[in-house]
């Protein structure tokens, strides 16, 4: 930032990492090890940390004067504990690059992941994004290749607001490289809204409504999988109703960021009760269920005969005794396995 706190302008060829962090210091290392042995050597490494207690900030401070040895730039911002977004936000600033990737702080980068990206959209001014493959990693069996947390979807589709938004191909963040400066004009004010619920709807959706985006067939990003992680650890009633509530809310300014047309407003109303009415059954909330289910059969989510039979297993199926029922039924009706 200038004295003035204006943006200073994007350095052609630089690459952006933010990075938000909080509690790492048993992880971040592998993550910065491999962003120091990138094969592309022209980065910035913008470290935001949310209010670690721990040696978060500590171990970072380890890895500057490397990153400063091989030219790369290399900076610190901490804030109190809130949450993802609000740490995105306050590295958003201090970008400099013509390209962004934001990867967490307990994934890493395979060596050539930022090159085989920043080449591609050089090769393809056309494009104002690219993504690569996930590839996961089990840390608590050491398996590779585990089984992924997320649909990969159809690669060949590059019209992704959708597939994104209805889980139907993966959020995964450390795969997305975007063009700053387009995604500055979505938030020329350098901020994403901040719900408390992650960052990758807030920095994904918006940009690819406008654009297209192409995926490289390849693994480059390393998903570390954790049952300890924010991400993956269990929450309860109240709080995953808080959850769906937020991304909700969410959801409504993210169309309103889209200027999203009727039509598409109201296929969000459709994602949204479907989300509702999944959440309702599973904790065997029967009026959240059938209200959820009445609205999407009055907007044309549903026919008949499957309001019909969603209907009848909320009133008989979705309880102890009616599960007992069908699995006695099954148990006497299907055919044993040859």
């Keep these: ?4 706190n204006t943006p200073l302008p994007f350095q052609s060829g ?10 790492g210091e048993t992880y971040l290392s592998r993550l910065l090890t491999s962003l120091l042995f990138q094969s592309y050597p022209h980065l910035e490494i913008i470290l935001s940390d949310d209010g670690s207690t721990d040696g978060t900030l500590r171990i970072a401070e380890g890895f500057r004067e490397r990153f400063l040895a091989k030219g790369c730039g290399f900076r610190t911002v901490t804030g109190p504990h809130k949450n ?7 590295g958003l600033p201090y970008v400099t690059g013509e390209f962004l990737i934001w990867p967490d702080g307990d994934d890493a980068l395979e060596p050539d992941s930022v090159q085989k990206r920043v080449y591609f959209l050089r090769a393809h001014p056309e494009y104002q994004c690219v993504r690569s493959l996930p590839f996961y990693f089990d840390v608590e069996t050491g398996t590779p290749g585990a089984k992924p947390d997320e649909s990969i979807g159809d690669l060949d589709n590059e019209d992704l607001f959708w597939p994104l938004l209805e889980a139907r191909t993966y959020v995964c963040c450390g795969c997305y490289m975007l063009r700053s400066r387009p995604f500055f004009e979505i938030y020329p004010d350098r901020r994403i809204p901040e719900y408390g619920i992650g960052q990758n709807f807030q920095m994904l959706l918006p940009f690819m409504y406008r654009y297209k985006c192409p995926t490289l067939r390849e693994p480059l ?3 570390t999988l954790r049952r300890g992680s924010h991400s993956r650890t269990p929450l309860t ?19 309103g960021l889209c200027h999203l047309d009727p039509e598409e407003r109201k296929r969000v109303q459709r994602w949204k009760l479907r989300r509702r009415y999944a959440l309702s059954l599973k904790y065997g909330r029967k009026r959240g269920s059938f209200l959820a289910l009445y609205r999407l059969y009055a907007c044309g989510d549903l026919s008949l005969t499957s309001l019909a039979k969603n209907t009848a297993w909320i009133c008989f199926f979705n309880n102890p005794t009616g599960k007992k029922l069908y699995q006695a039924y099954k148990a006497r009706h299907e055919k044993p396995q040859a």
């Design 221 to 223: 990003y390393v998903v």
């Design 237 to 255: 009633q109240a709080q995953e109703t808080a959850k769906y509530a937020a991304y909700e809310r969410l959801a409504d300014e993210i169309a």
């Design 1 to 4: 930032m200038r004295p003035d």
């Design 84 to 90: 993802a977004s609000a740490a995105i936000n306050r």
């Design 14 to 23: 630089l690459v952006s990492v933010i990075t938000p962090v909080y509690n």
